[in-house]
């Protein structure tokens, strides 16, 4: 069990050094590995923990940049999302889920990156707010789906301290809601706590870590690590999902 802690604590410091500089995808970063040390059902509910913990942190260290305008058209769609998740993780079996977000990600950030114009609409409020709801419910079914609010953000030029500042309180309110949804479910049982907080203790060390390494990179850097950081949670989450279906 002390090699399960010491293990996770190490990926949780890792995962959220990258996904400091990335804006997102920590978690998604965890899920193949965490797969190895616990049982996939409960993977969402440690990661949960963990997200709580760094989203105190990360609203803490970026308070000043948050956009609390995009933060207030987050928030219902954050609470209904993790709630009917939440509902999803316990009825359904629900990975294939997985292939359609990490579809999603790898495509965008490939178009991206190429120079390709997707032609989205400039982002409003409803924007987040769809998006966000979208976000929560895959988010409490496979586990981690941050990464796909991205492209909201870099359409509405949010970047940097300001994008990782506002999606800190956003994750923060969406875990919060899911830990209680997890709770009420039944799905977050007493001995997931502590190895939450072993990923959890290991994001503290690498949210300080990346903080420092962000201020060195500039804006257009940003976006890119971005993009590439979206590329390579999509690809993940779908190895996860193939790798579980052929073991299965």
């Known amino acids: 069990m002390a090699l399960s802690w010491l293990g996770l604590f190490g990926l949780g410091l890792a995962a959220w050094f990258v996904s400091t500089l990335g804006a997102g995808g920590g978690a998604i ?51 209904a999302g993790s709630l009917l998740g939440a509902w999803f993780l316990r009825e359904l079996e629900a990975d294939w889920l997985g292939l359609v977000v990490g579809g999603f990600l790898v495509i965008y950030s490939a178009a991206s990156l190429l120079g390709a114009s997707l032609r989205l609409p400039p982002a409003r409020p409803i924007h987040f707010g769809v998006a966000s709801f979208v976000t929560a419910s895959l988010s409490a079914v496979v586990g981690a789906s941050g990464p796909l609010m991205n492209p909201v953000y870099l359409q509405a030029d949010i970047l940097k301290e300001r994008m990782i500042g506002t999606k800190a309180v956003s994750t923060l309110a969406m875990q919060i809601a899911k830990l209680a949804s997890f709770v009420a479910l039944g799905v977050l049982r007493p001995e997931l706590w502590g190895l939450g907080l072993a990923v959890g203790a290991g994001a503290l060390l690498g949210n300080s870590l990346g903080k420092r390494a962000l201020g060195r990179i500039s804006g257009a850097a940003f976006a890119r690590v971005v993009l590439w950081m979206l590329g390579a949670s999509g690809g993940l989450m779908i190895w996860r999902v193939v790798a579980t279906a052929a073991s299965g």
């Open 29 to 79: 970063l965890l899920l193949p590995v965490a797969g190895f040390l616990l049982e996939p059902r409960d993977v969402p509910p440690v990661i949960a923990v963990a997200s709580v913990v760094s989203s105190v942190q990360r609203t803490w260290l970026y308070r000043r940049h948050v956009v609390v305008g995009v933060f207030a058209a987050n928030l219902p769609g954050l609470v």
